[in-house]
């Protein structure tokens, strides 16, 4: 079935650093893939997405790459600081609308 | 972005009685909203997805009639919880997508309803 696998499950930068959280899915006929911020026990927040037709997507610190052979993307971010620190969830879309969610990466910054 | 509002946000209920939870979108339509279920320090594990006027899809492994899915207009879907039991007890968490939005395909969560079955 559909599977979106995302590494690391934990990261830890030094404010200013940058951090790389990446993704695989599995279904190549997924088309679009967001990534979402999630602040504990608060909604998740679209943070930035890309489609399938695009390689690589920037807003400000944050960018998100894709690698449609490998099934890859990845999510970008520069200059961190203590304020992204939060869980990030990517996740793979269907033809059908239907987010499978990776597992999460939960990032924290250290000031 | 577009507005989803969840209602509940909390609700403790006890063991064998049944909890409704609202979904609605408030500034746009949606044709189809999702409900994912999340425990503690975990991932968002979709539950059903809910088509406006039709029967809702349920994923693998979750209990249609335990988890009854209503969505009788284009702003809003309901999940009941039926005959609920401690193990119910998780984080429900709503999203919805604009019915005319064929371009971004985003969307966009409601606040969530922490349940406690007591």
């Known amino acids: 079935g559909e599977n979106v696998e995302q590494h690391p499950s934990t990261l830890s930068v030094q404010e200013g650093d940058s951090a790389v959280i990446k993704c695989t899915y599995s279904?190549?006929?997924?088309?679009?893939f967001p990534w979402y911020k999630q602040e504990l026990g608060k909604r998740p927040q679209l943070i930035i997405d890309?489609?399938?037709?695009?390689g690589e997507k920037k807003d400000q610190r944050i960018a998100v790459t894709l690698n449609k052979t490998a099934k890859h993307f990845s999510l970008h971010i520069t200059e961190t600081q203590p304020e992204d620190s939060a869980v990030y969830f990517c996740?793979?879309?269907?033809?059908?609308?239907?987010?499978?969610f990776g597992t999460g990466t939960r990032l924290k910054v250290l000031a | 972005g577009a507005v989803v509002s969840q209602h509940p946000s909390r609700v403790i209920c006890k063991s064998g009685t049944s909890v409704k939870i609202e979904c609605r979108s408030l500034?746009?339509?949606?044709?189809?909203m999702f409900w994912y279920r999340q425990f503690p320090k975990q991932s968002l594990m979709l539950m059903a997805t809910?088509?406006?006027?039709?029967?809702?899809?349920?994923e693998q492994g979750v209990e249609k009639d335990k988890f009854l899915i209503n969505h009788a207009s284009l702003t809003l879907s309901t999940l009941t919880v039926t005959s609920a039991h401690p193990e119910d007890s998780s984080f429900y968490i709503c999203?919805?997508?604009?019915?005319?939005?064929?371009?971004?395909?985003?969307?966009?969560f409601g606040q969530g309803t922490r349940l406690t079955v007591v």
């Open positions: 999203s919805a997508r604009e019915a005319t939005d064929r371009v971004t395909l985003s969307a966009f």
């Open positions: 279904d190549s006929a997924s088309n679009y």
């Open positions: 890309i489609r399938s037709n695009v």
């Open positions: 996740a793979a879309t269907l033809g059908t609308y239907k987010y499978i």
């Open positions: 500034d746009f339509q949606a044709t189809t």
């Open positions: 809910s088509n406006e006027g039709s029967k809702a899809t349920y």
